[in-house]
């Protein structure tokens, strides 16, 4: 009996179950293309992990023989094990090991410890990869966030869509209150009419249902294309592989019909709970009475304000979905483009801001000492080269005299004030602090020299006086100070405690406060042009090559690579850019493993990285929005239908049209406005507190506020109920008066 009902109500009505099987078919089209991508930026995850970091699980460091080797892949759980060749070194081999059942690998990498004889602390996680296959190991105190994210996202959009679904159902069973009513007074139960009308939404979305997972496949399919041929056009771009797995299938499947039933089964249950005489009676008329009028839309609009406020108050249960998936909508798509503001803001606080003007071409040169590289004198005589720096990056330690510090420092508390935890040697009054050396090549530190006002030739440093004042700037504004008295005529530079020397005479006592003076041959504020960030409180110095030749067994923490900065003749063109480029790789030779940037090539890469990050996400925004104007819409339409006797008899007693018109006006405008209204607020406070976490200017922001887009929005919202009043609006003052004031009948 159900199902011959569910199948004639079908198919005598047509507008109705098309709304459902719309609805059902966008929930399964996006549910099964968010899936899909997420699925698929997963593997895309994993494998640029692997790439990058090695696709091993564990990895065991000390002294291991072949026997031992031996002995771990025999273990029960062992995949594979191999020697990494690249980190033995000093009789100490590193051994990488891939499992079988990578959720033991906290269990078991102990226990291949201790059976070779070694500790615990000789055994290293490749957590970032284990955290993609969700695998949490104790010891990782970084946050793994690609999980919650995907499934927060996933929530909200099944949430989204149950309102909308939720609406088409709801219209419909809505209409069919008085029939429901005649069915329970013949003795159907509460149970029989829950299970017809679930019965029914899978008879209507089930096909719905299927065609929009395929659909939604076939698009994310599409979609990883055309990211490959973007990602194809960009230096070291790596293609996605399009990844599908049957179960990602079913789960869509499910999911898809989890939500259509839950949409389904919430306005079911809720008319099933009427009593019979309340349903042929039609409780979905509005009830409205002198408690429920609006004071502000009355005083404002007068009788058609009063009775637009009444019928909104009167349905305001059944109006609190339109408003939160509208409020959503809003919120989504105001925090995202705030989102992107704030963003590119911090961009051009951190790299192009710094960096865009200060280099033309950077080549990085791998595991050579500066002292080795031969063709110094070939990147210097380029035809398309003005200036060229070569230098390498070392660490080391300063011996800073507490009574050495600046005025300024001194004034703000000290070293210590800057710098908690930092208390002075107890031999000496002396601070220990890191310093950051830079050497340059000859030619360059003399370069830098006339740059300064400097004799060239002369061996000594130049330091680089500043120290960040982080008590009265932030680092998205920094402020220096000088770092040290400009009366030092030397200072003390020695190794890195418990870092190896290269010069086997030199004490091994971290505590030992003799070190190697250098001359200071002058301070500045102004560094080379490079491309480098300093430490916040490193003591920076700049010194030449024969200077570190001199005594840098005694101090040791050289960096492996050595950098090339360039600067063009033509520093604005990407040809010349290009040429200046190839010219010093070709100059560089073949015999060095080489890395190469060009500023303006860097600048477009990052530049559509960023936009297709923008892009992906700003999808999702449009995504979250089109939903939540399509409920809106929806539900005004279906709003409307159900109150054709309302209106009806507002015109029998004398309303005219054009009132009544007057009247969808201002429900509109409620509709729209109020959710607006409270996601501006919300968007507010969230900005707001975006802003001081990320310790940016608020009025930098305000000048920049995507104050446009987000206008663009709130119109088109405003537009598309105003259209939905509009369709039903006419449909409704075309009927027949006689018609509507007549009670539902069983079709």
Sequence with gaps: ??????????????????????????????????????????????????????????????????????????????????????????????????????????????????????????????????????????????????????LAIVTLVCISLILIIHNSFAVSMNSRIHQFGIFSSIGATPAQIRA?????????????????????????????????????KLPGGRPMDFGFHPLIFAGILLLSLLTVLVSAYLPARRLSRLSPL????????????????????????????ELAGAALKAQKKALRTTSLSLTLAFLGFMLMQCFFTLSGISTDHTYFERYQNVWDVMVTVKDTAIEDFEPS???????????????????????????KQSPELLSLGGLEALIPGLPPLRSVPCYRVNASLVIMDDNSFDEYCGQLGIAPGQKGTVLLNRIWDSINSNFRYAQY????????????????????????????????TDGTEIPVLAYTQDAPALREEYEDYALVTFLPLSLWEEIKGRIGGVEKDIYVRLLANDSTSPEALDALEKDVLSAIGTDYALESENRIQERITNEKMIGGYELILGGFCVFFAIIGVAHVFSNTLGF????????????SVGLTPEGIRKMFCIEALVIAGKPVLLSLLLTAVFTAFMIKASYLAPMEFITKAPVIPILLFVLTVFVFVALAYFLGGRKILRGELAEALRDDRMM
């Design 481 to 512: 100070i000088p770092y040290v008295a400009e009366s030092m005529d030397s200072i003390t530079l020695q190794r890195i405690a418990d870092t190896p020397s290269a010069d086997a005479s030199v004490p091994e006592n971290e505590n030992q």
């Design 377 to 403: 004198e070939n990147t210097r005589h380029l035809s398309g080269c003005r200036s060229a720096v070569i230098y390498q990056k070392a660490k080391a330690e300063c011996l800073l005299p507490s009574d």
């Design 1 to 150: 009996m159900w199902k011959n009902y569910s199948l004639d109500y079908a198919k005598n009505n047509k507008n109705g179950s098309l709304s459902i099987m719309a609805a059902s078919f966008i929930a399964a089209l996006f549910l099964s293309l968010l899936c899909s991508l997420f699925y698929n930026f997963w593997l895309d995850n994993i494998e640029g992990t692997k790439q990058e970091d090695g696709d091993w699980h564990g990895r065991i460091t000390g002294e291991i023989n072949e026997k031992d080797l031996t002995d771990i892949r025999l273990f029960a759980n062992v995949e594979k094990a191999e020697i990494n060749a690249e980190l033995s070194r000093n009789g100490q081999s590193a051994v990488d090991i891939h499992f079988h059942n990578k959720r033991t690998i906290s269990r078991d990498m102990p226990l291949i410890a201790d059976a070779l004889g070694l500790t615990e602390s000789s055994v290293t996680y490749n957590y970032q990869l284990l955290s993609l296959y969700f695998i949490r190991i104790p010891g990782d105190n970084k946050p793994r966030l690609i999980l919650p994210a995907y």
């Design 196 to 232: 017809a009308l679930v019965q029914e939404a899978l008879l209507l979305s089930l096909v719905p249902l299927l065609a929009g997972l395929l659909l939604g496949l076939a698009l994310s399919f599409g979609i990883v294309v055309i990211m490959n041929a973007a990602v194809a």
């Design 640 to 651: 409307l239908y159900q109150r054709k006797r309302e209106f009806a008899r507002y015109q």
């Design 278 to 305: 309340e349903a042929i009676r039609g409780t979905d008329e509005l009830q409205l009475n002198r408690k429920k009028r609006s004071r502000l839309l009355s005083a404002l609009f007068g009788m058609e304000g």
